[in-house]
């Protein structure tokens, strides 16, 4: 489904994505973890060419970009095979949750709008907002603001969603509304690759966990290889150390 | 002659001069439709920073900036037929309505520019990851969101442009200000003339400054 092969990414001299391999099948769910600063980011945005790639080539669902001969064409292309969901949400601001949903359904897919709508309305009633078409961004919650973005990424019918840290910028108590939607996404076989630092939740819902730490992937598998039997030093550290935070943040909650 | 002001004199030109400020609107009215075609263009062609387009444009404002616009006028009316003999049939309406579109659309180029770079690049960002072009992203989000933002000095240029359309009577076109001098030619009373005049640009500079604040409001609680 999706194959990046010797993907390099520097700004200016800093070398942020060193020669990064690797591959998602159709329906996987891959998380992405590593200590921040890293590259996870880099990662995503390239993957929908919201960076430009030094070296290297990305594939997904059969369209591939050589980062040597990538044209705009090729580019937008590309970026039609997935969709992104921003930490800060990145909604239209000047649109509303339904027009936000239907915008790629009516300048991208050429849908008739009043089909374009429908179909954007019914999105957002998967993510529990039926309530809430004629709201504008601004007047949305963290939580509901985030729950139209990934409505809105999948109303484009890309084959793989892109989500970097999609709850970080949530107040705590909208962060599981957000998680709810997105493990109900994984139940419908829904490709997506996710940057986190929402351990537990990593845990549940990935497929394969890739460890990422200065630029490179440092060790990929299983949710349950990666944090029940790391093999690197250096994810078995990143590990403990989050798994610590986790269950120490648990632990002042039961207090 | 009178050494005293000729109240009654400018009570009863007032509604003569009224008469002529239909052209002096009209003017102003074409002028900015023409501008903001051309500011809007040439604020794309420097957002994207399109070569030799954007170079072009920057030679542009430069040019229309950092001349007066009387010389503009002058320019374009006298000037352009010597030069190119098709511009020799244009009449002195055009070619006002020409120079006040080119010398204003360069302000409100820089102007619409400067809130197309305010729009945050986030937005553009969210267009392109749903596979829009930077174009449609232009048009259907980008810009939307400027002119927004631009609107008040958009309409701070156009009510500059409706007094600029007083040099306009420098090329022959029959405008208020015209009017305003032939009376005070014929009448001698030159202060009164020029006061009645006065008076109309003011009243109409008020009542677009009104429309510009109720629009402000109107803007201010689109989508906030
Ligand atoms: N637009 C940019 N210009 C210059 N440097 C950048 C840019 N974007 C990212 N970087 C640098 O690239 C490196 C990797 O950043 P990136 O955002 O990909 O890390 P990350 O793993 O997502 O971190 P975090 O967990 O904090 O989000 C950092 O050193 C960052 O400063
Ligand atoms: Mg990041």
Redesign the interface.
Known sequence: MIKVRNLSKSFADNIVLKSIDFDVLGAEIVVIIGPSGTGKSTLLRCLNYLETPDTGSIEIAGVKVEAKNATPKKITHLRKQSSFVFQNYSLFANKTALQNVAESLISVSKMAKHDALKEAESVLRQVGLAEKLDQYPSQLSGGQQQRVGIARAMACQGKVILFDEPTSSLDPEWVDEVLAVMKQLAKQKQTMIVVTHEMQFAREIADKVIFMEGGSIVEQGTAKQIFENPQHQRTKEFVARSTKSYTSAFDSCML | MQTSLDFQYIIELLPILIKYLGVTMEMAFWGFFFALIIAVAMAIVRVFKLPVANQLASLFISFFRGTPLLVQLFLLYYGLPQLLPIFSGMNAFSAAVLGLSLHFSAYMAESIRAAILGIDK??M?????????RL?AMR??IL??AS?VATPSLMNYFIDMIKSTSLAFTLGVAEIMAKAQMEAASTFKFFESFLAVALIYWVVVMFFTRIQHLLEIRLNK???
């Open positions: 986030s937005q960002e969210a267009c392109l990851s749903i596979g829009m072009t449609q259907r989000i939307p969101q927004r689109a989508y906030s």
